[in-house]
């Protein structure tokens, strides 16, 4: 038996009844972009959608999430795997209901685990499937091995860029290693674009336009547009004050673009359902490649 077909038995093994959740990964090339701030929005938006919803902090730097949502977590997922803390102990709940996990330095010991912690850290990222139907990942930005193994292990890749020249050519940089990583399984990854700090939805279309002609060129990389969110002083008032926007202003033009997202996104083609494969198989991937590469 190898290394890939012991993870799948595993995760059988531990397999609640509950439906995999969709497990939805946000990253940008360049840093800065706005991931941070669309993963919190999407996140609101998929709860008034009435969907259970948990982010999970796989940044390693600096811990935006807990900054722009309030909420302090007190344990992230080091205590799960190295101090065998319960899943449910290390939800924090924020605003709206929506859980917030940090991975901490929990994340960069993956690799490294024994066949233990691997079971156990498994067996409690499946009960998040039945926790959660949709889990929100916001990674860093950049083409560092840790955060292209989270982006092969994803199903739903969120990719933020903006106007910057340097976002474009960052963008197509973090794409190119992406398809070029030995475990990239296009059949089993979409990856969806969504242009932030945009002047209007021209300049969010031709932005996506763009960096599709060159990927189509040289990448031949399927993607997908989503929207555009525009530039508002109103988003960095709201990040100033701890609270997301889709809370603090409802109706500012920035939520509605945050709206239409989310509503995109929650018609889910059907073939795309099928190759969910919930948090633990998005874990199983992550420690298989990274035993792999
Ligand atoms: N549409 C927007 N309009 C105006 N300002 C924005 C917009 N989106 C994001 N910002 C501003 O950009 C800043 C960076 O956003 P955010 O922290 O979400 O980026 P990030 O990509 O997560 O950054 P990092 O790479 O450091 O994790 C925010 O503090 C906010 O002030
Ligand atoms: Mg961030």
């Excluded at 031709?206 to 508002?232: A, F, H, S, T, W």
Aim: aromatic fraction near 6%.
């Amino acid at each position: 038996m190898d290394q890939a077909e012991g993870l799948r038995n595993i995760i059988k093994k531990s397999q609640v009844a509950a439906p995999a959740a969709r497990v939805i990964t946000v990253t940008s090339g360049k840093g800065g972009v706005g991931k941070s701030n669309t993963a919190i929005n999407l996140a609101v938006q998929f709860k008034n959608r009435g969907k259970r919803v948990i982010i999970f902090d796989a940044d390693f730097g600096l811990a935006n999430i807990e900054v722009m949502f309030g909420a302090i977590p007190k344990h992230s997922l080091a205590d799960l795997i190295y101090h065998g803390m319960d899943i449910k102990d290390v939800i924090t709940w924020g605003p709206n209901g929506i859980g917030f996990i940090s991975g901490g330095s929990g994340i960069t010991g993956l690799t490294n685990l024994g066949k233990d912690h691997i079971n156990f850290l498994i067996k409690n990222l499946s009960e998040l499937d039945s926790i959660a139907d949709v889990i929100i990942i916001d990674t860093g930005a950049g083409i560092a091995e840790a955060v292209i193994t989270f982006l092969v292990a994803s199903g739903e890749i969120l990719l933020i860029t903006t106007p910057e020249p340097t976002s474009l050519t960052d963008s197509y940089s973090l794409l190119k290693a992406l398809k070029h990583h030995p475990s990239f399984r296009p059949d089993l990854t979409v990856v969806k674009v969504i242009s932030n700090k945009v002047e209007d939805q021209e300049e969010g279309k031709q932005l996506y336009n763009k960096l599709n002609m060159v990927v189509q060129r040289y990448l031949k990389l399927p993607l997908e547009y989503l929207g555009c969110i525009p530039q508002d002083d109103t988003i960095v008032k709201a990040v100033m004050q701890q609270n997301p926007i889709s809370i603090s202003h409802p109706k500012a033009l920035s939520t509605r673009a945050f709206e239409d997202i989310a509503d995109t996104m929650m018609n889910i083609p059907h073939e795309e359902r099928a190759v969910r494969r919930g948090m633990a198989g998005f874990f199983a991937s992550i420690i298989a490649s990274r035993k792999n590469a």
